[in-house]
């Protein structure tokens, strides 16, 4: 079993559409938690932190449920420029980030 | 502030040849990883310093993979000898410490071809 698992789409939605992105992690240990965008060939980059109480940036709202191990992202009013690879990422207290092997979203008009 | 530079940005070898990657961080950023990202596949790491120490390498193919992390600073990644299975980017990342709440910052990658 992969340490984080994510559904790996493809996720096809029109403009305006509300998704969502779950993700399971194995290591009851893990301390911090991240979902960050990578765009076609390019690096991934960070796109928020994800927080216990959860947290909100503008579209994007992320939330951690650390009893079930789940991690999730709620993108609201998708944008063509949402259109990327969303990858759940998992730290251990040490610093050691572990990638989930994304989830691709594509926006259509 | 300066990103993470690497360099080449693309290498197209036939295996069993040698491949080496450079990697410049952050300046002040502690910590330096570099991952491997096959396509379709997250990235998946391959070694991870703190300063000039190893942290973690448990995922580096040690007969074949290298990596030195000279003055705490640049870093450089050896293939030796390749194999087609390498075929990936290669991703170097920093961040300011190796702590759990650290973000990471990639380079562009190096885009590695064996034939």
């Known amino acids: 079993r992969k340490e984080v698992e994510q559904d790996p789409g493809p996720f096809n939605v029109p403009e305006g559409a509300t998704v969502a992105f779950n993700c399971t992690y194995s290591n009851s240990a893990s301390q911090s938690f991240f979902w960050y965008r990578q765009d076609c060939r390019k690096e991934p980059k960070l796109l928020m932190s994800?927080?216990?109480s959860g947290n909100e940036d503008g579209r994007f709202t992320a939330q951690l449920n650390r009893a079930s191990q789940y991690i999730s992202l709620l993108i609201r009013d998708s944008k063509l420029s949402d259109s990327a690879t969303y990858l759940c990422v998992v730290n251990t207290n040490a610093g050691k980030s572990t990638f989930g092997d994304g989830t691709t979203l594509t926006v259509k008009p | 502030e300066a990103g993470v530079a690497q360099s080449p940005r693309y290498k197209i070898i036939e295996k069993r040849q040698s491949v080496a990657f450079w990697c410049n961080p952050i300046?002040?950023?502690?910590?330096l990883y570099w991952y491997q990202q096959i396509l379709g596949q997250g990235p998946k790491l391959l070694i991870q310093f703190q300063n000039n120490g190893v942290v973690d390498d448990s995922q580096l193919p040690k007969d074949r993979f290298s990596a030195e992390r000279l003055k705490g600073v640049d870093s450089t990644l050896k293939i030796q000898p390749a194999k087609l299975e390498d075929s990936a980017v290669y991703l170097c990342?920093?961040?300011?410490?190796?702590?759990?709440?650290?973000?990471?910052?990639f380079g562009a990658g190096s885009r590695l071809t064996v034939l």
């Open positions: 990342a920093s961040s300011l410490r190796g702590s759990g709440a650290n973000v990471l910052t």
């Open positions: 300046s002040g950023h502690a910590t």
């Open positions: 994800v927080y216990s």
